[in-house]
C-alpha cells in the first residue's frame, strides 16, 4: 500500500529536479556569499578562519531562506492543498513531509557547498565535522521556520514571510556559530548540539501543527 | 462584556477612571523621580532617564506576553475579542520598544560613549522590536480581520519565546548593560528614594497601556461592527 | 485485477445495508450578513447522486467545502456514516474532490499527474495508461503545461478511476469540456454509481444524469 | 487620453500600497539581515566599520533578489501578461514600469533602512552620502537584473535564471563595496559611480528587450 | 456620453467602407507533427462574429492566440485591414482578448478590477458602476478574492464595455456561466455588433449567437 506521504515525496522530489533552479539558485547564493569575504576582507588566513564560522552560517541561513518561501503556494493555487485536508494522514504529518522534501532539496546541497566553503576560509580540517552535524540541524529548524513563515503569509509577498522567519533564526544563527567555534578551540560542543536537537525535537511537532493551523487560515 | 455594544458603552465609564488615574500616577512617579529623588553618585544626573526607559522595557515585555496570551485564547477558544485586543496592544508594545531602543542610546552616548553597542541585551531587545513589526505587517497584509487575528496569535505564540531571552540576556552572557535590579525574589540593590518613583512609574505606565489599549479596542470593535446598526446610532449620537 | 476485486467486496457490503454516506441537517452558511444558504437537509446514500444547482454566487463552491471539512459551517451538522461505523470525522471516510482548480502540475507529465494522486494502492503504469486512453487523452509522456483547458480537465477525471472512493465531490464537472467528454464522465458516473460509489456535483442548470437535485 | 502605461503604474503601486507591509517590510528585512552579522562575527567595532561596505551590499542585493523573483509570476498565471503583448505600447516600456515600480516599491525604503545600518555597523559618517548613491544605482541594476531572471524562470529554463542573475550582480556588489570603501578612505569613487551607472545605461535597454524576449519563450 | 458619440462615429466610418477588419488566408499550425488546422481560411467583418468550433486540445485557444499575435504560426498570413490603412501588425489594432485566464487581480476589488484595465480614455466611477451592474454583480468594494468563479468571470464581461474595441476576442464566453449570465452575454454581443464590433468566440457546440462557424 502506497501511502500519499510517499507519493507525495516523489512528486515533490520528481518537481524539484525538474526545474534545477530550485537547488542550484541557494547553492550559488551560498557560494556568491561566502566568496564575498574573502574578497572584501583581503586573503589573511588568520582574520578569515577566525571569521568563518560565522559566514558559514550566515550564508547558510540565507540560502535557506531564499529557498523556502514559496513551498506552499503552487499547492494552494492549484488546488493540492485541499487534497491535504481531505486526506487520511494528519495534515502536520504531510507538512512534515513538504519540510522535509524541501530540505533535502535545498538544505542538503548547502552541506556539500559548506565543505568547499571551509576550504576557502581557512577552516581548520577538525572542525568540518561540527560543522556539518551544526548545518544538518540548523538549516532543517530554518526549513521548519520556513515553512512557517510561508503558510502565514500563503499568497502575500515573499519577503514577508522572511520578516516573520528571521527574527526567530537568531538562536540557531548563535548556536550553530558556537559549535563551530567551540570546535576550532578544542573545546566540548555537544552542549550546543544538544540544543539545537532539543529545538528540533520541540519545533517538529510544534512547528507543525503551527503550519497547519496557519494553512488553514487561508480556508476560511 | 460578552457583547461588543455592550462592552463599548461600558468602556467609555472605564476610559474616564483609567485616563485619570494614569495621568495623576504617571505625574506623581515622574515628579519624584525628575525632581525630588538625588542624583546618581556616577552619572549625575543623565540617569533619570531610567523612568522611562525601565517603565517602558517592561511595558514593551508584558505586553507582548499579553499577547501571547490572547494569542493562545484565540487559537484555542476561538474568542474574538481576544484577538481584537492582540490587535489593539501590538502597536503600543511596539511603541514602547522603540521608546526603550531610543532612550537607550541617548544614555549610551554619555555613558558607554557609543549609541549602540552589539550586546545581548540590546540585541535581543531589537529583536523584540522586529517581532512586533513582523507581527503588524502580517496582520496589514490579511484583509479579513478574523484570519489576520489568527494569524498573528499563532507569531504571537511563538514569539513569547523572546522575552525570557531578554530576561536573563544580562545574566547569561556578560555585557556591557546594567543586570537586573528588580527582582521578585530579592530586595532590590537601589536605594528606596530611587526605587519607589520607578515602582509608581512602572505603574502609571501599565494605566497608560490600558488607557490606549482601551481607547484602539473601541476603534477596531467599531471597525468591525461597521455594518451593524448600533455602531450608525454610535456615530451618529457623536456627529 | 485487484481494482476490480475490491470494488466488487466493497459493493457486496454496502449491499447489505444501505445506511447513507452522508447525512446533512440544517446546514447554514452566512456570507457578510446574507444567507448563502440556511437549513439543508439532505442525504447522500451508496450509489446515488447529488445534484446541487444554482446560479453564479449561489454558494455551490462553498457547500461542497463545507461538505469537505475545508471550511465550517455557520449552523448544522454532517455525519459520514457507514455500515459499521458512524464517524464524525471526514478524515476516516474516502472521498475524492475535485474543485475548479485542478491540482494538475505543469511540470509534470499526463502520466505522472495521474500517477501521484493520493490513492490507497499501488497503481501500475497499466492501470494508469489504461485511464488515459479512458478519458480520451492520447499522449501519457505529454508535459501538463502543453495541454489545452479540456485535457487537463480530463486528466483530473482519469484520477476518479485508479481507486475507490465512497463519494466524490465534483465541482462543476461538466464545464470546458466538449460533447465527446461531457457523455463519458455520465457513462463513468453511471458506471461508478454501479460499483457503489456516490457523486456530489454542482451546476447551473441540470445534467440529465440521474440524480437528487437541490436548489441553492 | 490614459495610456496602459500609466494605468499599469496606477494599478501595481495599489497593490502594493493596499497594505503597508509591502515597503515596510523589505526595511525590516534588510535591517536583521544586517543584525545577522555582529551577532556571527563578533560586536568588535573595528572589524564591523571594516566590513561594513560589504555587509551593507550583501544585505541590500538579498533583499532586492527576494523582491523581485516573483515580479511577473502572477501577471502570466492570470493572463494579464497577455494583455501586455497585444497592448498598443511597446512591450518593452511596459517591462520598464514593472520594473521601475518594484523598485520604488522595494529598493527605494532599503535606501532609508542603509542609514540605520550604517550607524550600528558604525560606518564612518563621511561616506554616507556615497552609499546612498551607489545603492540607488546597484538596486536599480540588480531590480533589472532580478527581472530577467524572473521572466526566464516563468518557462521551463529556469536553470538559467539562477545561473545569469547571481553572476551578474557580482560586479554591482563588488562595484558598490569599492564605492563604499574608497570613501571611507577619501579616496575618489566616481569612477566607480560612472561604472555602475555606465552598466545601467546599457542595463535598461538591453535587459528590458532580453526580458521580453524571456517573457515571450513561455508563449511557445 | 463621450462613449455612446465615439460609438455612433465609429460605426458611421465603418458602414461607408465595408472592409474586413480581419482577414485569415491559409493558415496552418502544427504540433508536434501533428496539424492542429491546415489552410485556414476566413474573414472578420466589422459587426459580424465568428465561432470556432472544436473539441477539446483541436487548437481553439492555439488559433486564437495566433490571430492575436500571441503565438507563431506555422504557415499563412494574418491581416489587419481598416477603411484606410492595411497593416500588417495587430499591435496598431484595437482588439479584446479574454483567456482561459481572466486577468483578475485578487488584491483588488470589482470596481479596481474594472478600472484598471487597458483603455482609450478616462473612465468615470458612473460608468464603471454602470458596467458592474449590467454584468449582475452587485457590490463593486467586494474583493476579487471572495468572489466565485462565474463571479470573476463577470468582471471580466463588464470590462467589455468600457471602452470600444473593434474585434473581441473571447475564449470560451459561456463556460462557468449560468443561464442569466449567458443570455446576458448574447445581449450584449448583438448590442456591440450593432456598434460595429467584431466578436471572435471560440466553443464546444454552437452557441446560438448569430456567426459563421468554423470548425476545427
Ligand atoms: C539602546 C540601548 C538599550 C536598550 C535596548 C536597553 C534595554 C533594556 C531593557 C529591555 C531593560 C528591561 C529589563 C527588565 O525587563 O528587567 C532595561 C533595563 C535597564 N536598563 Fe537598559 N537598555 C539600553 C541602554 C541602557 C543604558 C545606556 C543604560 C545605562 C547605563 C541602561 C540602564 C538600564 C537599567 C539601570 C535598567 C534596569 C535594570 C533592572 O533593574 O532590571 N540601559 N534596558
Ligand atoms: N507548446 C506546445 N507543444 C506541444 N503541443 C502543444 C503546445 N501547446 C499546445 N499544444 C497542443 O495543442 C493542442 C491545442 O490546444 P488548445 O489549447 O488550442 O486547445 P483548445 O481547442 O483550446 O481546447 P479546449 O477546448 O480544451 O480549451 C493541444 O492538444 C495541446 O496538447
Ligand atoms: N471569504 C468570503 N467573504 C465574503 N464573501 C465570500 C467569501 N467567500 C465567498 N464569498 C461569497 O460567497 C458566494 C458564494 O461563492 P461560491 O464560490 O460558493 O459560488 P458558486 O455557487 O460556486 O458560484 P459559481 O457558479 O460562480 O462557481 C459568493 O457570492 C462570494 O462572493
Ligand atoms: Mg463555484
Ligand atoms: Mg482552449
Redesign the interface.
Known sequence: MKSWTYILLKRDLLIAFRRSATYITPLIFFLIVITFFPLALGPQEKLLSSLAPGVIWIAALLASLLAVETIFNEDFRDGTLDSFFISLEPTFILVFVKVFIHWLITGLPLLLASCVAALVLYLPFESVSAMILSLILGTFFMSLLGALGAALSLGKSAILSAVIVLPFSIPTLLMGTSVIASAINNQEYTGFLMIMGGMLAIGIPAICLLTVEALLLSYD | MGSPPLFYRWSSKALVWLGVSSIITLSLGLFMGIGLSPADYKQGDVYRIIYIHVPSAIMGESIFIFMALCGFINIIWRAKISGMLLKAAAPIGMSFVLLVLTTGSIWGKPTWGTWWVWDARLTSTLILFFIYAALIGLHSTIEDKIKADRAVSILAIVGVAIIPVIKKSVDWWQTLHQPSTFKLTSAPSMSPEMYQPLLICVIGFYLVFAFILTLNLRNEILERESSKKWVKEVIGNQS | MSLRFSYVKLFGKIALSMLPYLKVENLSCF???KALFQDLKFDVLPGQNLEIL????S???TLL?IL?????PDAGSIFWLDDQQNYNN???F??F?Q???????N??TVA?NIQ????????DIEAISKCISRV?LIDPHEYA???????R??ISIARWLLDFHKIYFID?PF???????TQLIQDLILDLNSKGSSFVITG??SSGIEATHINI
Chains 1, 4 share one sequence.
Open positions: 456570507r457578510s450578513d444554482g446560479s453564479n454566487g454558494g455551490k463552491t467545502r469537505l471539512g475545508l471550511l465550517k471526514y478524515r476516516t474516502s472521498c474532490y474543485g475548479h482548480q485542478l491540482a494538475v502540475k511540470l509534470l505522472e501521484m494522486t493520493k490513492a490507497s494502492k499501488n497503481i480520451g503545461s502543453n495541454l489545452s483547458v479540456g485535457q480537465k480530463r462543476e464545464s470546458a469540456l466538449d460533447d465527446e467528454a447551473h442548470r
